[in-house]
């Protein structure tokens, strides 16, 4: 299986269900879109984020499999969000992105559509310092509470500070 | 009825323990929490309140380890995740590697790693049972669990020279051959594993002491463990009919003919039902595996990626220079970025990677089972008596290696 180029074509990708489910309900939301390795990749717009999801979730994507980030220091916006999204009928995972500066970060809070989110999110704004509002519990979860600094920061150094 | 309502509830500190509840500190030393699991138990008399899960306590910073190795440095770490299962922690990492190189293994590898896959699971889930059941009092059928588990790990040793942090997969295949006379040990121990399975089931099944422990017992409805994210036997013990092996097959899962096991139970008992059967479809899989293992290469033709075999890296110039490539400079990965989730023992082992063309892996993202599934507890064990935690615990079969990372 050699690879194939990606395509970052909205035009060509628009049968996808995800993207087709997104273009129909708020064509506003999407900033772009990759298809590559197999998996489609969605950036949203940080505004539309939870309405977006919440779109996606209540076709079939219910299920809300993993929450992440990824720190792009020291370019900017510096960081993304990653909500990986899998759907039971149809048996397709997606990726839901969205960008979020390294000044202020955050989010906004997907627990009020998956409950389970709570944890994830906390563990993201412990190693990344990414605030999740309307999180009703947004504390550290693997770290000492007066552990200083977000590790998974890429400015953090790995053997941390001595 | 419990609720996940709690989760979406402003918490705690300061309003737990009003006039009727007081809070017991359960861990991180407990027994019955299967690692360094710390609980806060809100209690009314002997019913729970509230549970409050604190983790953390075995986090060493793998995620962010793995950004500072070669690729092919991450192996050995991936086994120290989720200790019980290293061969499919090693499996969801060099999928995703594979994925994002475009890489194929050979059909021997393939089919090795299935087996040893499976042989994993069944090793996981002796673990499993053996210390859920001691938990709740049934001390025989851990001594029964370990006596088998102690030959799979013989066999790890045999493949990879470790008996539990294996670091046998690699990028493209395996590390090395399976030994003289694997295949017998494993053929002999496939014969008699099936009966030995119904051992287990005669102690517990029908035992009154076992149902009344375990019936009725921490139980989550369908809605709820979709949406608290659970995955695996948890899930499916209350009816969700979802595994990644048979619904989003990854690397060669669709070759294998299984059934599915799913519980509507919802309960303790439910999740023990399904890993008992799960048992026994895993040991039907390594049958298969063995009776399809095709002769032939173990790791892929891909002098940059695959290091070289010993004899051709003396008598041949070039596999010299690539063995010295891939141990010094690592081997590079296109740019780009792949989830690849596999069906755990625990549930749904994600590995996201990330790859900004170098060497070493930009990020690496574990969505490790257990860490979903710890949400569950406090629903399971809300109004039930406090001594059934420790059941609830154990049904959820949390390793906390996984947890913390």
Known sequence: MALQPAVTDLEMLKDRPALACLLSGMPGAIQSAKFDRDELT????????????????????AVLADLTAVDWFPSEPRFEVVYS??????????????????????????????????????????????????HPDLRRILLPDEWEGHPLRKDYPVEGYR | MPSIDQFRSVPVVETIGG???????????HPSTHGVLRLLLEIDGETIVRIRPDIGFLHTGIEKTCEAKFYQQVIPMTDRIDYLCPMTNNFAYVLAVEKLLGLEVPPRALWIRLMLNELTRINSHLVWLGTHAMDIGAMTVFLYCFREREEIL???????????????????????DLPLGFLDYIKNFAAYFPDRIEQYSDLLTNNPIWIGRTKGVALITRNDALELMLSGPTARGSGVDWDLRRDMPYGGYEKLDFKVPVA???????????????????????????????????????????????????????????????VTEG??????????????????????VVSDGTAKPYRVHMRSPSFANLNAIGVMCEHNLLADVVAAIGSIDIVLGDVDR
């Open chain 2, 264 to 326: 509507t139970g919802g309960d303790v008992f439910a999740r023990y039902q399904v890993r008992m059967e799960e048992l026994r479809e895993s040991i039907s899989m390594v049958k298969q595996a063995i009776a399809n293992l095709p002769d032939g290469a173990y790791k892929a033709d891909a002098p940059k990626i695959v290091l070289p075999d010993r004899e051709k890296m003396k008598t041949q110039m070039e596999s010299l220079i690539h063995h010295f490539k891939i």
């Open chain 2, 154 to 176: 013989k066999m790890f040793e045999m493949v990879a020279g470790q008996r539990m942090m294996t670091s046998y997969f690699r990028v493209g295949g395996v590390s090395m």
């Open chain 2, 331 to 352: 081997f590079t990965v296109p740019e780009g970025e792949v989830y690849q989730g596999v069906e755990s023992p625990r549930g749904e082992m994600g590995y996201y």
């Open chain 1, 42 to 61: 969605i950036w949203v717009t940080q505004i539309h984020l939870l309405e977006a999801l919440n779109l996606l979730r209540t076709a079939t994507y």
């Open chain 2, 19 to 29: 006039d009727r509840t007081m809070v017991l500190n359960m861990g991180p030393q």
């Open chain 1, 85 to 134: 999204l899998l759907s039971h009928q149809l048996r397709d995972r997606i990726r839901v992105k969205v960008q979020v500066s390294g000044a202020d970060p955050y989010v906004e809070s997907v627990t009020g559509l998956w409950a389970g989110a709570s944890p994830f999110e906390r563990e993201v704004f412990d190693l990344f310092g990414i605030r999740f509002q309307g």
